[in-house]
């Protein structure tokens, strides 16, 4: 049986399961299992089993993801998302919609400690929209607001997803983090602009802002120099070459946990919820991560993405449609798959026809997760939305897609400006050396 064929057919194997609710660890997993016997003999497909497991989460960088996740958690405990809203509203409240702008300043510097959007969507929500409501805020505007701006977790840095693209393709994870700096703060400043336009066009949307005091806003920017001086700590420490990113990971995680403890959010038995929580999202992930693996063996085995190379060269088709096409297949992707589980999925075979397309690996790194947490506020499966429902719990599917235009078209800019303009994200790489 031809090698690519059966790649091909495993892929759409495991995007078939998943549809049909199979977990995507188990999916890839059995896919792999069964394609790679079907390939080399089922005598191998023990050692394959054994072996994936142990090179999945034996490497020592993969502590990153542990520490990673535990600064998330912490600095949910810590109430640091209440402060960063209330200090991006006395900045910027006095504007038309200044809660929907502060939401998404305030997703933006909590995404900076964060690194997960499903975190940073949960904990701003329970933060901005009981205040939006209370003032009148268009329902599907406010959630969209929110759902959007959370996305901004997964590319700020330090982002969980940056750092398993580069442990999955050996690319470095501080130029990664470096990488995306510039990127997140565009996109920031888009959804920014996409909610005014929205509001420029509706007033309706949105009452009227409010002026608040130069002394208040002192007051609340104050309040949150503690996370913009963990962030420094963190990020500056991997750009200056002081820690390693693992090492940045356990200072995040510690420095948040000593906030939620100075803040009086941190008890023995809030502890020990956050431990339990942090495993519990470890071990889904590395769950995850073992599955990959076993159907990376059986994609490498096919020989596709070599003859996907071959093929793209044979046909003489350009870098700028072939990666149109890429971004295009991701879009698509992500309507139906979560950002996890598409990247380690498709990487594989992928990545290898980027490079050879002559691509620079950091900056597809940044543009995939961009594509990424476009998929997170996507229907019929964009994570971040069901997040809101859930959290929210007054608000359907329906009135919530009705307020995402301005932020989906936010986005498309911002695929546009990568394209355009890839040195955004190569340029502070290269100045610091990374």
């Not at 497909?45 to 993969?62: G, H, I, R």
């Amino acid at each position: 049986m031809d090698g690519p064929f059966v790649g091909v057919a495993g892929f759409l194997a495991v995007l078939v399961l998943i549809l049909f609710g199979m977990p995507v660890a188990v999916a890839m997993g059995l896919v792999g299992a069964l394609g790679f016997g079907l390939v080399n003999g089922f005598a191998g497909v023990a050692f394959v089993l054994s072996s994936a497991a142990f090179e999945a989460v034996f490497p020592y960088s993969l502590s990153v993801i542990p520490m990673f996740v535990a600064m998330g958690v912490f600095a949910a405990r810590a109430g640091l998302s209440a402060s960063l809203f209330a200090a991006a509203y006395a900045s910027i409240g006095r504007l038309r919609g200044g809660l929907v702008l502060a939401t998404i300043a305030a997703c933006a510097g909590f995404g900076a400690i964060c690194g997960s959007s499903l975190a940073t969507v949960a904990t701003m929500c329970r933060v901005a929209w009981p205040e939006m409501r209370a003032r009148g805020y268009d329902p599907g505007f406010a959630a969209a607001a929110i759902a959007a701006g959370g996305t901004l977790g997964v590319l700020i840095p330090p982002s969980i997803l940056l750092a398993i693209y580069g442990l999955l393709t050996e690319q470095s994870i501080g130029a990664l983090f470096a990488a995306a700096l510039l990127p997140g703060l565009v996109a920031t400043a888009l959804y920014m602009l996409g909610a005014g336009l929205a509001l420029w066009l509706r007033p309706e949307l949105a009452p009227a802002g409010t002026q608040v005091h130069a002394g208040e806003r002192r007051q609340r920017l104050r309040e949150v120099r503690s996370v913009a001086l963990l962030f420094l700590l963190v990020v500056g420490g991997i750009y200056g070459g002081v820690f390693s990113p693992t090492e940045a990971a356990a200072v995040g995680a510690f420095g948040t946990a000593f906030l939620a403890w100075r803040r009086g959010g941190l008890n023995r038995f809030v502890l020990a919820d956050c431990i339990g929580e942090t495993a519990r999202v470890t071990g889904m992930i590395f769950f995850v991560l073992v599955g990959a693996t076993i159907f990376n063996y059986f994609v490498e085995t096919t020989g596709l993405p070599q003859r996907l190379v071959g093929a793209i060269e044979a046909a003489a088709i350009g870098p700028l449609p072939a990666m149109l096409a890429i971004i295009l297949f991701y879009l698509l992707l992500g309507c139906f798959m979560d950002s996890l589980s598409m990247i380690l999925l498709t990487i594989p075979f992928v990545f290898p026809v980027v490079t050879a397309l002559g691509w620079d690996p950091v900056w597809f790194g940044i543009m995939v997760v961009t594509v990424a947490e476009i998929g997170l506020i996507t229907p019929p499966v964009g994570m971040n939305l069901f997040v809101i429902q859930g959290t929210a719990g007054e608000v359907d599917m329906a009135t919530l897609v009705r307020g995402l235009p301005p932020f989906l078209l936010a986005d498309l800019v911002r695929i546009l400006v990568l394209l355009a303009f890839p040195g955004l994200c190569l340029w502070l790489p290269s100045l610091i050396r990374i």
